[in-house]
């Protein structure tokens, strides 16, 4: 897998400059998260890392060829099982073990077969994770994933990612310092100019409830 390379990335909506010669190389199998105030292009990055959105300048380079993201909202098909969410991205039938084995490791698996409208709003953001998990994509994108969940359950799921993602690069948007400590890596901050900064695993920034990370 190649480098993914962000080169003099530069987006504007009307008036708004959201993001302007922003360049960053993410090696195979990296994570890196990306921090700043509502409204610095965050998602805008990520939606044009994913090929959804087309920047007014610059380009991507070494997008691989299976991106997984887990979207701020869930898109999930409500009428349809957990299992069948997965499968329909996965297009695996019968038993498989790897959904099971997320599935387990989210604590979801007592209801791999309920509906997802029947599931409160954490178990549908688990679900929204596995999904992505189980395409075993190169690139995992990250929209503020674990938002809304409570701090037992939030590091569960991070544990989970850490755990399946295998060795895919993951780029992921989060509003919590806590949460990109916790994750390693890289920390880019958005705001009037980009700054990257190597993330610690360390606990300067003690994630909440004092929940720390196993080594």
């Known amino acids: 897998m190649k480098n993914l390379v962000m080169e003099r990335i530069s987006k504007r909506y009307g008036e708004k400059q959201v993001l302007q010669e922003l360049s960053l190389t993410l090696r195979p199998g990296s994570v890196t998260s990306v921090m700043g105030p509502s409204g610095c292009g965050k998602t805008t990055l990520l939606n044009i890392v994913a090929g959804l959105v087309k920047p007014d300048s610059g380009r991507v380079l070494g997008r691989p060829g299976r991106v997984g993201f887990v979207f701020q909202e869930d898109r999930l098909c409500m009428d349809f099982s957990a299992a069948a969410n997965i499968r329909l991205v996965t297009g695996k039938t019968g038993k498989d073990p790897m ?62 990612v850490l755990k399946w993602r295998g060795d895919c690069t993951v780029l992921c948007v989060t509003h919590e310092r806590a949460e990109a400590d916790y994750l390693g890596g890289a920390l880019l901050q958005l705001g009037r100019t980009a700054d990257r900064e190597e993330g610690e695993q360390g606990s300067r920034f003690p994630f909440p409830s004092g929940i720390t990370r196993e080594a």
């Open 99 to 160: 959904m099971y084995g997320i599935f387990s490791a989210l604590g979801l698996q007592d209801s791999i077969m309920m509906p997802v409208r029947e599931m409160s709003g954490g178990m549908k953001r688990r679900v929204a994770i596995a999904r992505a998990l189980c395409y075993q994509p190169e690139l995992l994108l990250l929209d503020e994933a674990f938002k809304g969940l409570d701090a037992q359950i939030r590091q569960q799921t991070m544990d989970c």
